[in-house]
């Protein structure tokens, strides 16, 4: 069993923050727990605007706090999320988040990241792979 908080990762390498700046990411659970995902709780700050594209991953996205403009970049449909509301990144869609306020979410991979990854100049995260160690 394993407990543990998103307090308990600050300022470890589970905590990730953006080159871009616009967001940071504690990261509970990565592959190297060995359980098939990865969960993350993931702050995009007020007035920042990133694009995403996970080419190589599903994610799910449950806001907890906030208020964000989601873009999907492919269609052009745009959703307000709010606390409560999910969106499900199943068809790799590349996506544009525009936070109204900063904006706090809680995120399932699948596979599971390392903790190591970044978004590229396309917004993809490279699918890196890690043996289970838990």
Known sequence: MIVRSFQDVE?????VKSRSGTWESKRIV????GVGFSLHET???AGTET???YANHIEAVLCVEGETELTNEETGEKH?????????????EKHTLRPK????FVCVFNPPVTGRED??????????TEEATA
């Open 101 to 104: 306020v900063d904006s706090r």
């Open 30 to 33: 990565l592959a190297r727990e």
């Open 80 to 92: 307000l999320i709010t606390p409560g509301t999910m969106y499900l990144l199943d068809g790799h």
């Open 51 to 53: 694009t995403m594209w």
């Open 11 to 15: 300022g470890t390498d589970r905590h």
């Open 119 to 128: 978004h590229d100049e396309n917004g993809v995260y490279p699918l890196l």
């Open 43 to 45: 702050t995009v700050y």
